[in-house]
């Protein structure tokens, strides 16, 4: 969530530093696609399962 909300921030520093050149956003949105794409694959399913349910949520049980 923080490099989505301060991605046109930092597109428009990346563009002033380097004097309007395109493809260094080009270069800044492709590294954040990767980093999301990553991050779909790297993170469980939580499709039918119960996301209050602390023995759930984790592959071992919870004993409290």
Do not use: C, K
């Amino acid at each position: 969530m923080i490099a989505g909300g301060i991605a046109p921030l930092v597109g428009a520093a990346l563009l002033a530093a380097t004097g309007n050149a395109w493809w260094v956003i080009a270069i800044y949105s492709s590294l954040l696609a990767l980093i999301s794409f990553g991050s779909t694959y790297a993170t469980p399913e939580t499709r039918g399962r119960s996301l209050t349910d602390l023995n759930d949520a984790g592959q071992e049980p919870v004993h409290a």
